[in-house]
């Protein structure tokens, strides 16, 4: 079973700064791995896929790389609305499934 | 433009069972893969399972599996999760994604993550 752990859990930075956000794995997953943002009270949202492609819509700040099994997300520089919590996400092959990780928050300092 | 629109909230009693709907638009509902995806509020993203409405085949993660059902009516396009013998516990609110996919994998779910989702549906478990 895959294991996906985040970190840090928290991150604390100001509008303007870079943010770079961790996501290991426990066995291989190649590039298949996703980031999402979920903002208060809302679904979450794709931001990455693949590791290192954007979905559609999403600004150009944000950036993802890595195989294997260490990934991060990469937010050149924060704007407001940037601050929210960020998951990762890789299909697992036993059991087959998806498994997420445990999240980071990333908040205002 | 894809969407994924649930039913509202639900507050059920202890033992009870419950239907959440996912109506879906924007796209071809046989095509692609759709998920739900649980999160007790304050925690993180749990997957429960998912169906390909094209043949309704089915997966369900180990920790779902006998306690959740999920099905599809592909004449109105809309995927269902139904939960049984309701606990305390299984308030939460509970999502459905399409999965976009980017490698089948015969005979498994495909690689692939969850590029639309539903706005999320609270469901309140209490005596």
């Known amino acids: 079973e895959i294991v996906l752990t985040q970190s840090p859990v928290t991150l604390s930075l100001s509008p303007g700064e870079r943010a770079t956000l961790s996501c290991r794995a426990s066995?291989?997953?190649?590039?298949?791995l996703a980031w999402y943002q979920q903002r208060p009270g809302q679904a979450p949202r794709l931001l990455i896929y693949?590791?290192?492609n954007r979905a559609a819509g999403i600004p150009a700040r944000f950036s993802g790389s890595g195989s294997g099994t260490d990934f991060s997300l990469t937010i050149s520089s924060l704007e407001p609305e940037d601050f929210a919590v960020y998951y990762c996400?890789?299909?697992?092959?036993?059991?087959?499934?998806?498994?997420f990780g445990q999240g980071t928050k990333l908040e205002i300092k | 433009e894809v969407q994924l629109v649930q039913s509202g909230a639900e507050v059920k009693k202890p033992g009870e069972s419950l239907k959440i709907s996912c109506e879906t638009s924007?796209?071809?509902?046989?095509?692609?893969?759709v998920a739900w995806v649980r999160q007790v509020p304050g925690k993180g993203l749990e997957w429960m399972g998912l169906?390909?409405?094209?043949?309704?085949?089915?997966t369900y993660s180990p920790s779902f599996r006998g306690q959740v059902t999920i099905s599809a009516d592909d004449s109105i396009g809309t995927a269902y999760l139904q939960l049984n013998s309701l606990k305390a516990s299984d308030s939460a609110i509970y999502y459905c994604?399409?999965?976009?996919?980017?490698?089948?994998?015969?005979?498994?779910?495909?690689?692939?993550?969850?590029?639309?989702w539903g706005q999320g549906t609270l469901v309140t478990v209490s005596s």
């Open positions: 996400q890789v299909r697992t092959n036993w059991p087959p499934g998806y498994t």
């Open positions: 994604a399409r999965l976009r996919f980017t490698v089948l994998v015969p005979r498994s779910v495909p690689y692939g993550s969850f590029d639309s």
């Open positions: 066995q291989s997953v190649s590039m298949y």
């Open positions: 924007g796209y071809i509902f046989t095509n692609s893969w």
């Open positions: 693949d590791a290192s």
């Open positions: 169906i390909y409405p094209g043949d309704s085949d089915t």
